[in-house]
């Protein structure tokens, strides 16, 4: 009798791991994971594997690898990297979350780690990718680009932009008043040469503050997305006596195919037809300000697939140019808007959302080549060539670490053979046909017959749970009966759930809203071979508040198995995850279901300190009082109301109304997400211990501060 048929008679009783060593001739070997070769899959465990099962190496060049300790390490200056620069990741997320009386600096999870190094050779690259294509081709102006504030509208960010990129010129674009105001604010301390791009919708306020700008010096140029903002332009720029520099963004023919082409080809949402530029034209020769008009912006779409794509785009833009030019105006910049994409799967496909068939210099070389051609043609002098490179400038030097806090188990329950017959005897006759049905092809070892029998008896003893016939143990030994069988025939698969201690729609929202896809992988224990696969869920009261879909097509994720209880209820050792270039877009886009807030933040530098790096500023997370503010409540009151329920419901005569009031302040004053330890500050303060409590009635006030006076003493700390 094959070993299942004895199994299906016991499963309800787990056999021992041997019950199934008869089967070794006839079941199919395991599945090596996908990305490991097969004699991988059996041979000792190293971070190259690792490497190579994650795609870190296609995705991560220049700046992620795995260290020889099984650690994500980041190369701050990319292939200029030397050894002892690498900064070993686990290390920064254990000096931030730490607490300050083990030498770190309390921060609780999740946390967003920047690193500004990376974002200046991310600059320096695409700087230099432009030169050498100007350089080599013999391009008779040059390249000076502009950051789109949207992408990532964070102070030190945007600050840091400005400040790496004075040398080049480099300026930066705005979409809104806002946008626009932190943007002349930040310029002020640039290159006077530095481009202030003013796109979006504009009204009569947007256009004033814009031709201010002008009157400040700032190197401003209003792009009109819609004809009728010519007229405001006008108006307003008489009124201040100053003269503007004007730019108009053309709906080109060309049109991206993928998600993130929804902006451009004729029917996009901004820009100007080709009648439409006439129109604007010929208004600017009749106000005699034809000679303002110097700049054309177009935008292909995000992450432009293919050099062919953008040639053809920049091609066509290049010919209206021309045409401008023919017609009198004073043309000298060419903005071919954002586009250059990032190849977030490693992949390098030219069909896919989510990666790019170029790299930068291909990129650059593409654009130099497209426009030098046209107006060589046209006998044109050549423009400057402007771009609007945001996704491609801070997607990488941003990682978001976040903790498991446990998985979901399949344990198949136990029932002794007494349970068995009593089990046997509640069965309908259909169900206890099945039943028999089953233990027969177990018998004649036809297995694909035992797949289809044990899923008829599971239906069969749901629809007798339903009908109350059945009892709930029952049903469960039914579930982990079936669960046996597809184990031990080997088609089973288990796929866990691993709760994470994050929100997806805070901290990914792209996933959630358009599917966009970011490499994942535990940024340490990657010296270790994955034991199980797994899907994301986070803390959020909502099905969407998942990740279930992973780069190279994947529908789970290798994982190692959690050790104890996890890292937050537990005593164990936390298991750390990483998403990666997610620098552009998920901060900004990020909302407060459930009223999770943000992220921790730190800045780490690249410094001669014994572990290659420094924390130059640390901020925590949102408290609890600060995303209710955010939604219009007021903790302070809210704490006073609870504060007097206190007093009236809880005090006994001695001083736990006080303990209660003081935990309750603590509520307020921590983040929403899971902290560590077993404890919470009102049962931490009720057992006289206060590490979880750092606030009080007195100061409870204050709480909605992102750094405290006592905080500044770490603000800059070498690690």
């Not at 190496?57 to 795995?66: I, L, M, Q, R, S």
């Amino acid at each position: 009798m094959p070993a299942l048929a004895c199994c299906v008679d016991a499963a309800v009783s787990p056999p021992p791991p041997y019950a199934f060593a008869s089967w070794d001739s006839t079941l199919p070997a395991p599945q090596p994971m996908h990305g490991v070769a097969a004699g991988d899959a059996v041979s000792a465990w190293s971070s190259a594997h690792s490497a190579l099962l994650y795609r870190v190496d296609g995705w991560g060049a220049p700046y992620f690898t795995v260290n020889s300790n099984g650690n994500v390490s980041v190369r701050p200056h990319g292939v200029d990297t030397l050894g002892h620069q690498e900064i070993d990741l686990l290390k920064v997320v254990k000096k931030a979350s730490d607490p300050k009386s083990k030498g770190g600096l309390g921060l609780q999870m999740p946390l967003v780690v920047r690193f500004p190094d990376v974002l200046k050779n991310r600059l320096e690259s695409l700087q230099s990718s432009f030169d050498f294509a100007i350089q080599s081709q013999g391009y008779e102006a040059h390249y000076q680009g502009v950051y789109p504030v949207k992408c990532n509208q964070d102070k030190f960010v945007v600050e840091d932009i400005v400040k790496f990129g004075s040398s080049f010129r480099f300026g930066l674009e705005a979409g809104s008043k806002p946008e626009l105001l932190l943007a002349m604010s930040c310029l002020c301390k640039g290159s006077s040469e530095a481009l202030l791009v003013c796109n979006g919708f504009k009204d009569v306020e947007y256009i004033s503050l814009a031709i201010v700008a002008r009157k400040l010096h700032l190197n401003t140029v209003i792009v009109l997305e819609q004809e009728e903002e010519l007229d405001v332009v006008i108006k307003v720029s008489k009124e201040l006596g100053v003269r503007p520099v004007i730019g108009m963004r053309a709906k080109l023919r060309t049109k991206h195919a993928g998600h993130f082409g929804s902006t451009s080809g004729e029917k996009g949402k901004f820009g100007l037809t080709t009648t439409q530029i006439l129109r604007v034209v010929k208004k600017l020769q009749q106000y005699e300000m034809l000679d303002c008009l110097q700049l054309l912006h177009f935008h292909i779409g995000s992450q432009i697939p293919s050099t062919s794509l953008l040639a053809d785009g920049v091609g066509e833009a290049a010919q209206i140019y021309c045409e401008l030019v023919r017609f009198g105006a004073c043309m000298k910049v060419i903005d071919i808007g954002g586009g250059l994409g990032i190849d977030y799967d490693g992949s390098k496909s030219q069909d896919s959302d989510i990666s790019v068939g170029y790299s930068l210099q291909e990129y650059a070389s593409t654009v130099v080549e497209s426009v030098r051609l046209v107006c060589n043609r046209k006998g044109v002098k050549h423009p400057v060539i402007c771009s609007e490179s945001g996704r491609a400038l801070v997607s990488h030097h941003s990682i978001l670490v976040f903790e498991a806090v446990s998985a979901s188990s399949h344990v198949p329950p136990q029932m002794s053979s007494l349970g068995l017959q009593y089990f046997e005897e509640t069965l309908t006759d259909d169900a206890l046909a099945e039943y028999r049905n089953l233990s027969a092809a177990a018998v004649r070892g036809e297995y694909d017959n035992c797949l289809l029998f044990a899923e008829q008896l599971k239906q069969r003893c749901i629809e007798q749970f339903k009908d109350g016939s059945l009892e709930m143990e029952h049903l469960a030994a039914v579930d982990g009966l079936c669960e046996f069988v597809s184990k031990a025939i080997g088609v089973s698969d288990p796929i866990l759930t691993y709760h994470v201690n994050l929100s997806v729609f805070t901290s990914i929202p792209d996933f959630w809203g358009i599917g966009q896809l970011f490499p994942i992988i535990p940024i340490h224990r990657l010296d270790e071979r994955p034991a199980v696969r797994g899907t994301l869920s986070d803390l959020t009261c909502d099905s969407d508040g998942k990740i279930d879909k992973f780069i190279g097509g994947e529908s789970s994720l290798p994982l190692h198995e959690l050790e104890g209880n996890g890292g937050v209820n537990g005593d164990s050792a936390p298991y750390y995850l990483g998403m990666f270039l997610g620098g552009a877009y998920q901060e900004a886009l990020g909302g407060f279901h459930n009223l999770f807030g943000g992220p921790s933040v730190v800045r780490v530098s690249q410094s001669d300190g014994p572990h290659s790096f420094a924390v130059t500023s640390a901020v925590p997370g949102p408290s609890c009082g600060d995303v209710l503010r955010v939604m219009q409540h007021e903790p302070e009151l809210m704490f006073q109301t609870l504060k007097h329920r206190v007093e009236e419901y809880a005090d006994d005569g001695g001083n736990s109304s006080m303990v209660l009031t003081d935990g309750l302040a603590c509520c307020f004053n921590n983040m929403p997400y899971l902290a560590a330890g077993a404890s919470c500050s009102l049962t931490a303060v009720t057992a006289g211990n206060n590490a979880y409590c750092y606030c009080n009635d007195e100061n409870f006030a204050s709480s909605g501060d992102s750094v405290t006076a006592e905080d500044e003493q770490w603000s800059y700390c070498v690690a």
